[in-house]
């Protein structure tokens, strides 16, 4: 019987023969749909809340707050990381996402308090995003008072 | 005993195994092998304030259960040997100290379980323990939100990714007759083949896999036909085919009875991914499906193997890559039944098709 002698290159094109792969069009096109509806709604509850008289402004706020509240409520449900595997990048680039990104990480970290446990760890998720944004919004401030 | 080769060990006394037992989550359940399985918990909690707590609580009972199947108090008992995924293997410290016996932490990843039968059976057949108990769980939330990201968090699974089992099994070997024996046993190196993936373990494991059978056949002069079943603790679809390619490669046809605990335990529809991992797979897999096989002779010899990948969060970010391990154990028919080893329902079920087949025999000899 021989030994197993193979080189990391060799047996990566060996795991590439075998392992199961998605569709990058489906993907794309699931994403596609699931994030354009999730945009739509966002539009609709805009138009209803313009239609009531709110100022447009307010009413982008609004909307963007309703949606921040359903990816909340969908992720406590436990429905929105089902959709997620559906959705793919649909899911995750709306601000719906960034909702599951926060409420994920403190529905589970509850389990060790709320302080050390919720507290520290409910932007363990969201972190990167909140730290290279503020970032960048730093930078391009920067960038601005120079020019 | 004594060794052969490099990696084996025969036993000289073959210790054997009088009990064994499983709890599963309701996925499981609800899988192929689900009538097998002797407690299923009511969900991810199991009556808990936490999901490690859950865990703690499935290994606790499944030990418990795995005494009472044979009329066994805990003062019976010499050793207990068991490990689990969760930091610091607490699901399985935890567990213990409800048991005044002594006790010994492994940790070998998803072939912890492995790794307890072969280290236990050493102890036996070297004589310094009757009975022992290995025992080893895992618990989908609680690994989940350890390994990757919290449970509830929309990242899109890969379809190579796999599951990790709830679950909790036990065996009890001893120097008394049981229904199975446990003949030899492979103690496997740690092979890094450069898989970085954590979301791909079948791929990481699956050298070690071959590793570990190929050195087996190799130290007991054996060839696959020996065995009734070759089976892989966790390896998954991708897992599993990789390794018959390797072996295959080397000159060694295992397509004819090669199959993996993780990919029986699903079924298609479970959106699972490649199929079930963790502690848990191959031990309740073990416990409840391939023990009362063997017991009622459906197969007389089987190599099972635990398969580990050794990887913590932490070493993945920082970009190196997933050493792995595999343990093999020999499972052999007794001719012995014991009443610790199957559930009553399915030890009926095996017992009546073996008669059928009896009497089937016996029919064609008169023609």
Sequence with gaps: MGTIDKTPQEYQKLIKKHQLTDSKVKNFFSAYLIGGLICLLGQVIINVLISTGIPKDNAGSYATISLIFIGGLLTGLGVYDEIAQFAGAGTIVPITGFANAIVSPAIESRQEGYILGLGANIYSIAGPVLTYGMLSAFLIGLFKLLL | MKKLGKQTVQFDNPPQIISSASVVGNKESQGPLGDYFDQVISDGYNNQSTWEKAQMKMTEDVVN???????????????????????????????????????????????????????????????IANRIISFTSSHYQATERQYRTPNEYGDKYPPYKQWTVTGAGATI???????????????????????????????????????????????????????????????????????????????????????????????????????????????????????????????????????????????????????????????????????????????????????????????????
């Design chain 2, 65 to 127: 259960n795995a005494l009472d199947k044979v009329n066994l108090a805990k003062e019976d008992i010499d050793f207990l040997l068991a490990g689990d995924l969760l930091n610091q293997i607490v699901a399985s410290n935890f567990a213990a100290r409800k048991f005044p016996v002594p006790f010994l932490g492994l940790f070998g990843a998803c072939s912890t379980m492995i790794e307890a039968m072969a280290v236990g059976s050493m102890m036996i057949d070297g004589g």
């Design chain 2, 173 to 367: 070997l001893s120097n008394e007759t049981g229904g199975v024996a446990l003949t030899m046993a492979t103690l496997g190196k740690v092979i890094d083949l450069g898989v970085k993936d954590p979301k791909d373990m079948g791929s990481a494991m699956a050298p070690a896999a071959a590793d570990t059978i190929l050195n087996h056949l190799e130290d007991s002069d054996r060839s696959p036909s020996d065995y009734d079943l070759i089976i892989t603790g966790d390896l998954g679809q991708v897992g599993k085919n990789l390794t018959i390619e390797l072996l295959a490669e080397q000159g060694c046809d295992v397509t004819k009875n090669f199959d993996d605990c993780g990919v029986m335990i699903y079924n298609s529809k479970q959106k699972v991914g490649a199929g079930g991992s963790g502690c848990g797979c191959s031990a309740v897999v073990a416990a409840s499906y391939l023990l009362p096989q063997i017991m009622y002779g459906n197969f007389n010899r089987v190599l099972l193997l635990g398969t580990g990948a050794l990887l913590n969060p932490m070493t993945f970010l920082q970009g190196e890559s997933i050493p792995c391990i595999a343990h093999a154990v020999v499972l052999e028919r007794t001719g012995h039944l014991t009443e610790g080893i199957g559930r009553p329902s399915v030890q009926d079920n095996l017992a009546t098709k073996i008669e059928a087949t009896k009497i089937e025999d016996l029919s064609q000899s008169e023609g």
